[in-house]
């Protein structure tokens, strides 16, 4: 599975942006996919997932009423609405895509763990 970003940029305080994040490849192997942030000097941490049929999200406290994520499996296409933006926001935003393929060279099960290149949002305040 490959996964490319997009939509990252400069934005004001209190501005919106919308993250895209395309996966290609073995996409019927993908479970939950989710957006990571890594700010300067700081470890990556989790901002919101969604699982691929019932759409269940999960978002990180300081996310939550501001960002909403949302998928397309149709596009196979995940979005990031990021509204009322912060200065603290300011990371590089990473796509993540977990599930299950099989191996065939190994005969067996194994955890896909696919990651995209990142895309940098700035908000100045």
């Known amino acids: 599975v490959q996964l490319v970003e997009s939509g990252g940029g400069l934005v004001q305080a209190g501005g919106s942006l919308r993250l895209s994040c395309t996966a290609s490849?073995?996409?019927?192997?993908?479970?939950?996919m989710g957006w990571y942030r890594r700010a300067p000097g700081k470890q990556r941490e989790l901002v919101a997932t969604i699982t691929s049929r019932g759409g269940s999200t999960n978002y990180a406290d300081s996310v939550k009423g501001r960002f909403t994520i949302s998928r397309d499996n149709a596009k196979n296409t995940m979005y990031l609405q990021m509204n009322s933006l912060k200065p603290e926001d300011t990371a590089v935003y990473y796509c993540n895509a977990k599930g299950v393929y099989y191996s065939a060279s190994e005969a067996n099960l194994r955890a896909l763990d696919a990651w995209g290149q990142g895309t940098l949002v700035t908000v100045s305040s």
């Open positions: 490849g073995s996409t019927f192997s993908i479970n939950t």
